[in-house]
């Protein structure tokens, strides 16, 4: 009888029962995988590239427009920039001071994204590693700083530089992008070093690195898209503010790019031309920042998406 039962378990499976069983889980998975992907393959190219192409056109034309207006001659109306003339960007760069307003942007450009990556780069390994007992609160307070508009600091900050005797210097400008980059910068980072596991400063560590030696040596290096997004945010925003360059610089030589480009618009008449090309003059560094940047920026979002 025992025989007899282990002859019967030791028998195949009936087709029945094959038939009926489960498949393993990674099948099921493949399965659905590959029906997702035929799903997909199925969907006509034309509903995929019309909606791109109409937004792609959506967004190309303002900046065409902008360049008509830039290349064409004056008083010219035609829908093609021919001939080409360049007697506008020779007209606000020279007769308007563009080239002095340009490298005003540029140092308040470059200054606020060294400061902002550089404090942020400390305020952000500080949550991080460590464990104090107002960090929720501090953490807190960062998130609702982000939902008090610069307009209303205006008058403080205004007090405040004119009894430091920072008024009609780049110095207030520099220093009031930088506290209003800090915040998100700050959480930013802060959230790219939880990325990065402890074990990796701690081998360090015990290598005999000190805590700096071993942040710059293990740390810095795998924060590098992090960092880079974010210092391209405060370089953008400092390129393109507006209200705290026409609040703190009175003189002409100490404006920026968009005050440059307000003064470019009369009571009574604007000069289209002049003012495109100024625009096209002020869109430039920040079209090849992001051309350069773009990949590290694609990573520096997923990295900062993802924990672990």
Same mark, same amino acid.
């Given at each position: 009888m025992t025989a007899a039962l282990a002859e019967k378990g030791s028998s195949p499976a009936s087709p029945s029962a094959v038939a009926h069983a489960p498949a393993p889980p990674g099948r099921r998975v493949r399965g659905r995988a590959s029906r997702r992907e035929r799903a997909f393959d199925d969907v006509p190219r034309w509903q995929i590239y019309l909606p791109l192409a109409l937004y792609l056109l959506f967004t190309l034309v303002p900046f065409y427009w902008m360049l008509l207006f830039a290349l064409r001659p004056a008083g010219s109306t035609a829908l093609l920039p021919w001939p080409l003339t360049f007697e506008h960007f020779e007209k606000v760069w020279n007769?308007?001071?563009? $080239?002095?307003?340009?490298?005003?942007?540029?140092?308040?450009?470059?200054?606020?994204?060294?400061?902002?990556? !550089?404090?942020?780069?400390?305020?952000?390994?500080?949550?991080?590693?460590?464990?104090?007992?107002?960090?929720?609160?501090?953490?807190?307070?960062?998130?609702?700083?982000?939902?008090?508009?610069?307009?209303?600091?205006?008058?403080?900050?205004?007090?405040?530089?004119? %009894?430091?005797?920072?008024? %009609?210097?780049l110095g207030s400008v520099i220093i009031a992008e930088t506290v209003f980059q800090l915040p998100l910068s700050i959480i930013?980072?802060? !959230?790219?070093?939880?990325?990065?596991?402890?074990?990796?400063?701690?081998?360090?560590?015990?290598?005999?690195?000190?805590?700096?030696?071993?942040?710059?040596?293990?740390?810095?290096?795998?924060?590098?898209? $992090?960092?880079?997004?974010?210092?391209?945010?405060?370089?953008?925003?400092?390129?393109?503010?507006?209200?705290?360059?026409?609040?703190?610089?009175?003189?002409?030589?100490?404006?920026?790019?968009?005050?440059?480009?307000?003064?470019?618009?009369?009571?009574?008449?604007?000069?289209? !031309?002049?003012?495109?090309?100024?625009?096209?003059i002020a869109a430039v560094p920040v079209v090849i920042v992001f051309a350069f940047i773009q990949k590290w920026l694609i990573t520096g979002f997923s990295a900062g998406a993802v924990k672990g």
């Open positions: 007769e308007r001071s563009f $080239g002095m307003f340009f490298q005003n942007s540029m140092i308040v450009g470059v200054a606020t994204l060294v400061m902002t990556t !550089g404090i942020a780069l400390a305020g952000g390994y500080a949550l991080a590693r460590f464990e104090f007992r107002i960090k929720n609160g501090f953490m807190l307070a960062l998130l609702c700083s982000q939902f008090i508009p610069g307009a209303l600091m205006l008058v403080p900050l205004f007090e405040i530089f004119k %009894n430091l005797q920072m008024i %009609n210097s930013l980072i802060s !959230g790219f070093i939880k990325n990065v596991p402890v074990s990796l400063e701690e081998a360090a560590w015990v290598d005999g690195c000190s805590r700096f030696r071993a942040f710059c040596a293990v740390v810095l290096p795998l924060l590098r898209p $992090g960092l880079i997004a974010v210092g391209s945010f405060a370089f953008v925003h400092s390129w393109n503010h507006f209200l705290f360059a026409l609040m703190f610089l009175s003189e002409q030589d100490k404006q920026t790019i968009p005050v440059g480009l307000n003064t470019l618009i009369g009571a009574d008449s604007v000069d289209l !031309g002049a003012l495109a090309a100024g625009g096209v």
